[in-house]
């Protein structure tokens, strides 16, 4: 059972925006660097933006720069990645991840089920 929980995925045409949460259950996630990833079929799993602890630093990858937004939500058991411009190329199941810093996909201990991202014409 997954102590985090991604939720928002669906289907969106090109230039849509969809908004992931990721919720914590049991703990905050304010402590710990949490990460986004993606992937899509046939390809490994990459990583698409981070976001630190208590200094809130973030970071994108180049694909999704200037497109997409990780924020910490009101509630301390919830990060977001607000995901605009929707290409096709973002198709995939994202999931969010808890590490101690952002790093690499093995950096992370505790991940969630995954909700899926379909941008399609």
């Known amino acids: 059972q997954s102590r985090l929980v991604e939720s928002g995925g669906g289907l969106v045409q090109p230039g849509g925006s969809l908004r992931l949460s990721c919720a914590a259950s049991?703990?905050?996630?304010?402590?710990?660097?949490i990460g986004w990833f993606r992937q899509a079929p046939g390809k490994e799993r990459e990583g698409v933006s981070c976001?630190?602890?208590?200094?809130?630093?973030?970071s994108y990858a180049d694909s999704v720069k200037g497109r997409f937004t990780i924020s910490r939500g009101n509630a301390k058991n919830t990060v977001y990645l607000q995901m605009n411009s929707l290409k096709p190329e973002d198709t995939g199941v994202y999931y969010c991840?808890?590490?101690?810093?952002?790093?690499?996909?093995?950096?992370?201990?505790?991940w969630g089920q995954g909700t899926q991202v379909t941008v399609s014409s």
């Open positions: 976001i630190s602890g208590s200094g809130g630093s973030t």
């Open positions: 049991g703990f905050t996630l304010d402590h710990y660097a």
């Open positions: 991840a808890v590490g101690a810093l952002c790093g690499k996909a093995a950096d992370f201990g505790s």
